[in-house]
């Protein structure tokens, strides 16, 4: 018999699998706990507290990584704990993935609707005693007289046409892409596209009116891989296991897109199987994930993806439940490290015309750049690491409620504002940047990224500053920002300043002739763009210069959706985009060095 | 707790679902108990007997079907028994529908190998990290250095070629369907097409060498669908109840089909994944369950095919297990009851090259035939009924050992010979076919049909005619034909004579203008052609002018994989083909009755 575990204050309760951990409990009834390391005991992010009943002893890892205080209530890591009886686990605000920011927001491009499917209004004869044509050249024929030479629909379509055909009194509206009969519908039917941006930890859905281009809805959530481990190498290794774990991640995707897209429609009064075309961006391994596309030269040196190409896929062959005859289209990779979510970025925010030299990032665990500049464009990927994500810091989080996102030291006294103004739990990306930031202002922190001063108090064998004491945290403690802490965000703005740098040094030119630095994503679009110019995650430039434009993979993606010409260009972008491997340049290991300084 | 049945001598035990019937039980165990009617107690075709435990009382309709004697040896109808404890089932052989005689030969007609795939065998260069394409870009380059254009291949080939590519040490033979890559293997292994043909009862498989065009395989197996009813109407009511019913009937032949193709490969030394091309055949009822179109429209006038162009489909979204980017070719229907396996007979027996008047004809449940004279080909079907398939008829069965399938009559002394020389235990279709003859020869049987004479005796209010009496059949009784199974011959010649009166008035012709009768399936094959036009079933001509070809949809089939050239004459045919509505000729009826005639 399986020991039930129950999950507070999620309210899940179901049982452990046999010999199973509790993250692996919490995996199999949907709870989103963290895992950035995949389970494997590497990072902290997935502790729990036992409530009540019994489980394994603490391991000598969780010994390193909880306090004595957090192991005496009953604090542990849910990958590295068996139960030995029935439990009630508490969940912390902080090892929960769910609940999070995210971000739909984008710059609106203004184009032209000119999708990649065409509609017709058919009225077709029925079928008679004289009449003993098939429904399949009814149709095609009837097409044929409005001056469509449509071709042989697939098998789906063409059941679902039979069947529709029928029921509507043989009067219908046809959707072709190309010569493709691709759905039979009610003439007065919604008709639909879906742009999505799946990214490592978040996903963001746009349903669009395919006749108007105008965006009808727009959704966001958390990619449901996170339970399979925050960063894309730990979902890589965990695909390559075998087709079983590969089947299973692409699921996950699939289903929750799916899911996404039928909660979205609701909203507007339409069906899933409205949705007659789509367009779906991301990173290389999430796109070979959501394929499921062999993942492991993925991994290994050097690096290169299955699938370079842009992708037509029927959205059922991979399991996404849209209108029976739905394509997906997947913009075109660059590289194992730049996929086409940064195609999409580079789509969205006008690259390919731009005649200034111009940075456009996109700060993530994995930072991808691309500096247009005399007519050429370049991109780079960079490490940057989980940081700006709250990984491997102390009171880190992502950017969930209760999350400290802004920090401010006014005259020796720390103001912080929290995500929903909820009582802190810890600390997200842009919140570390201000604490760094402002430290660095008032002398607490040198440029070696040193911790010193009066304020700076010493905490199991690391110096920290302290953000909010034990009077406003509660149970938990103070939160703190350690020299650790510190040393990591160190690590994460030096290698994205190291790829600006050498971006720069390849086009011989200098922070100073930018005239413009575009920065995509989540992440940066909340972070204060003096702190990061403080710390030097940025070169400093006059504030004017440096745009924050949202989701910018999400708004390519609607661009590809709405326009065959954008659809187009992408592809030219991706094939005019010279690739260059950071690790390759003979200064990467003196412009990361240098661009470690605070 | 269901309870356990035990089918015996088949050797099969398990649950019965919950309120199901012994049938269900069967064919949730997988026991192949005929169910002519599909299960609605209608047809004596499931009878059992029940050795041990409780069941529900006889019904009405099984006191109607069974004799008294039979109710107190145990044998009930399966479709109509509920057991009500655990129970041992005795299966006789007459209710299996496995075992039977299936047909694969056909004639072959010798075709240039020119199939729809070419290969080439590619040397391509691995990824370094100065060359950082993408495994498509290598593998089209590649073949574009080679001279081949080729596209992007369908995501499972490109995950399979990412693999494979990287296993064979950049090496490996190519397959390609035009531009299209479907297949990536090593260069030795076996490039090989499966033809099928699927008939109601019966499904023949070839496997082909590509490359020479030969078959290295042949094997048949019975139709799997054949537990949801005989004939394909009880089939199209089962599939039309709902899509599970519709998917089911489609994976119970996709599923067979794909294990007839491992066992064949397997007799070979090859895998199924060696399959790259394959071509199917049968009528359209089938060609729809195997596609799992829409079949209501197919069950009601005016009886119009979902698809009656030739379709492609890729064999992995049927559910067929082949090489991951294998097509199966589809021929084109003609209409509701003339299907692909009638086209691929014309193909096979070089009807639209005919220029002598030529009728072809495949006689079964359901017969199609086709009349060549003039330059013109006209098609037809007529329901023949299952009285050749042994069901209708008391002691009636299809072809399996120990069935009688060859009677005369000397000097008054009935002489058979069974099927595997078993002892009797029914009559197959060219058994009764003989009977017929031979009592009509001897006398015993005038012109109407009516049985009379010293030897004609009652029983259970029916005049019989004893083959096989008690000392030889056993505790089962006596095996005879009685008038009411003559009834029923007479309205399947009278059917199928109907049919061929109706196609030669229609031409302007009589018999003796037919130069040539080409008899095809696997009734056809079996059958006395002497028998045949002593009874009327065939219009009396020189022996000469018969030929009785086998399996000539299953040659037609394997003609469409070898050569482009014929799966383009199958197009050409299946529009020249005109197509009569027997029902609709004006001397529908008139034809009927005469035909009738012994």
Redesign the interface.
């Known amino acids: 018999m399986p020991y039930t575990i129950d999950f507070e204050p999620v309210g899940r309760r179901g049982p452990c699998p046999e010999g199973g951990t509790l993250l692996d409990a919490a995996r199999a009834l949907g709870v989103d706990l963290a895992s950035v390391c995949g389970g494997y005991g590497t990072c902290s992010s997935c502790k729990v507290q036992i409530v009540a009943g019994l489980v394994t002893l603490p391991t000598l890892r969780e010994h390193g990584e909880l306090s004595l205080a957090e192991l005496a209530q009953g604090y542990r890591l849910a990958c590295l704990v068996e139960p030995l009886s029935d439990c009630r686990v508490h969940v912390p605000p902080e090892s929960l993935t769910a609940l999070q920011r995210t971000q739909v927001e984008g710059l609106e491009v203004p184009a032209e609707a000119q999708p990649s499917v065409a509609n017709r209004v058919v009225q077709i004869a029925p079928?008679?005693?004289d009449?003993?044509?098939?429904?399949?050249?009814r149709l095609c024929e009837a097409l044929a007289a409005d001056g469509v030479a449509a071709a042989?629909p697939?098998?789906e379509v063409?059941?679902q046409?039979?069947?529709e055909l029928?029921r509507l009194g043989w009067q219908a509206r046809v959707t072709l892409r190309g010569s493709e009969v691709t759905h039979v519908a009610p003439v007065d039917a919604p008709w639909l596209g879906l742009a999505v941006d799946i990214g490592t930890t978040k996903i963001a859905a746009y349903i669009i009116d395919l006749a108007s281009g105008k965006t009808l809805e727009a959704r966001g959530v958390m990619n449901p891989q996170i339970a399979y481990g925050e960063d894309v190498i730990a979902r890589l290794v965990c695909a390559g296991k075998g087709p079983d774990e590969a089947a299973r991640l692409q699921t996950l995707l699939t289903d929750g897109l799916s899911q996404l897209a039928t909660e979205a429609c609701a909203a507007i009064g339409a069906q899933p199987t409205d949705i007659v075309d789509a367009v779906v961006v991301g990173n290389t391994a999430i796109h070979h994930l959501f394929?499921?596309?062999?993942v492991q030269?993925l991994a290994v040196?050097?690096?290169?993806?299955?699938?370079?190409?842009a992708?037509d896929?029927k959205a059922r062959?991979?399991g996404l439940r849209l209108a029976p005859g739905a394509w997906v289209h997947l913009l075109p990779?660059i590289?194992?490290y730049v996929g086409a979510d940064h195609v999409a970025m580079l789509l969205a925010s006008g690259m390919a015309g731009r005649t200034d030299s111009t940075l456009a990032i996109d700060i993530g665990t994995n930072t991808e750049m691309c500096l247009a500049h005399g007519g050429r464009m370049t991109s780079l990927s960079c490490a940057s690491g989980p940081a700006f994500e709250g990984a491997h810091i102390k009171f880190g989080m992502r950017a969930a409620p209760g999350a400290i996102e802004r920090v401010r030291i006014v005259d020796g006294r720390v103001e912080y504002k929290t995500i929903g103004d909820e009582p802190a739990v810890g600390i997200c990306g842009s919140g570390l940047l201000d604490v760094v930031a402002h430290l660095r202002r008032a002398g607490k922190l040198d440029a070696k990224g040193r911790l010193a001063g009066p304020d700076v108090r010493e905490a199991e064998g690391d110096a920290e500053f302290v953000i909010a004491d034990e009077t406003v945290a509660g149970s938990r403690g103070a939160i703190t920002v350690t020299q650790h802490d510190i040393r990591e965000m160190q690590l994460a703005k030096g290698a994205i300043r190291c790829g600006i740098e050498t971006l720069l040094q390849d086009a011989g030119i200098t922070a100073s002739d930018l005239q413009e630095i575009v920065i995509a994503g989540a992440f940066g679009t909340y972070i204060d763009i003096e702190s990061a110019m403080t710390i030097g995650l940025l070169p400093k430039l006059p504030l004017d210069r440096v745009s924050q434009v949202g989701n910018a993979a999400g708004t390519g993606a609607r661009l590809a959706l709405i326009s065959r010409t954008h659809r187009r260009q992408a592809q030219e972008l991706a094939q005019r985009v010279r690739?260059l491997?950071l690790a390759?340049s003979p200064r990467f290991m003196r412009n990361f060095a240098e661009a470690m300084y605070f």
């Open positions: 079928p008679t005693l009449d003993l044509r098939g429904d399949d050249e042989m697939d098998l063409a059941a046409a039979s069947t029928r394929l499921r596309l062999p030269q040196a050097p690096y290169v993806p299955a699938v370079r190409a992708v896929v062959e991979i990779n590289a194992g690739y491997e390759r």
